[in-house]
């Protein structure tokens, strides 16, 4: 599986953007992009995912690179709730033997201030 | 929708004792997957299923196992408990795989002394 890099943590303060980024080298032509995070004490829950092209939902952004070996996920103004871990993932498709299985790294621990 | 329901929340187990941890989807979903997230760490795929009847080792199956008779629940067992067992466990389906969202139940965190 092609693997990812993020830095182990990041701090921001509420009420600011926050931009997390992730180097996917290895990538694949056929890899999504998939960005989870965990809230202390809970399970991980989806945030955005792409492809090739930039990628906006009510949660985030995400930015990716022309030749998609990194990314970017960006919360425009973060809050206290935004306080989590963050995972960046390439998903895999099925086929093969991956059945779509996500693979964790240790991810980026995002601290927000008040 | 429920979404990924797990039970029990908390439990703690004694060496060499069994146990099956219960995860239940309303989604539909034929994809599922049982992970273990271990202190300060990301999580690793136990066992997954592509659907009823059809299971498969993940990184790391050594002293669990799993059953898949229905598309709605895909039980984990735990034979022999061991202390590295000790560990949270997340419950995960999804629709199909490449594009779509995977959702996680709340875990399950089980101690074994």
């Known amino acids: 599986d092609a693997k990812t890099t993020q830095p182990n943590s990041m701090e921001s303060n509420e009420e600011e953007p926050v931009h997390l980024p992730c180097n996917h080298s290895t990538i694949s032509g056929t890899d999504y992009i998939h960005w989870y995070r965990q809230l202390p004490s809970q399970g991980p829950e989806y945030v955005i995912h792409?492809?090739?092209s930039n990628v906006n939902n009510r949660m985030a952004s995400l930015a990716i690179a022309e030749d998609r070996k990194s990314s970017t996920l960006i919360l425009h103004r973060a809050t206290l709730r935004d306080a989590a871990v963050y995972y960046c993932?390439?998903?895999?498709?099925?086929?093969?033997?991956?059945?779509?299985?996500?693979?964790f790294g240790q991810g980026t621990i995002l601290t927000v201030h008040p | 929708n429920a979404g990924v329901t797990q039970t029990p929340k908390f439990r703690i187990l004694k060496i060499g004792q069994s146990m099956t941890l219960q995860c239940t989807q309303d989604?539909?979903?034929?994809?599922m997957y049982w992970y273990r997230q271990d202190p300060g760490m990301g999580l690793k795929l136990i066992y997954y299923?592509?659907?009823?009847?059809?299971?498969d080792k993940g990184e790391v199956p050594n002293g669990y196992n799993v059953s898949r008779s229905t598309t709605e629940d895909f039980p984990l067992r735990l034979e022999l408990a061991a202390p590295s067992q000790t560990s949270v466990y997340f419950c995960?389906?999804?629709?199909?795989?490449?594009?779509?969202?995977?959702?996680f139940g709340p875990g399950t965190r089980l101690t074994v002394l």
């Open positions: 995960a389906s999804r629709l199909r795989v490449g594009a779509d969202t995977q959702y």
């Open positions: 792409g492809l090739t």
């Open positions: 299923s592509v659907g009823a009847g059809i299971t």
């Open positions: 989604m539909n979903h034929n994809y």
């Open positions: 993932i390439l998903g895999t498709n099925a086929g093969g033997t991956s059945y779509g299985k996500l693979t």
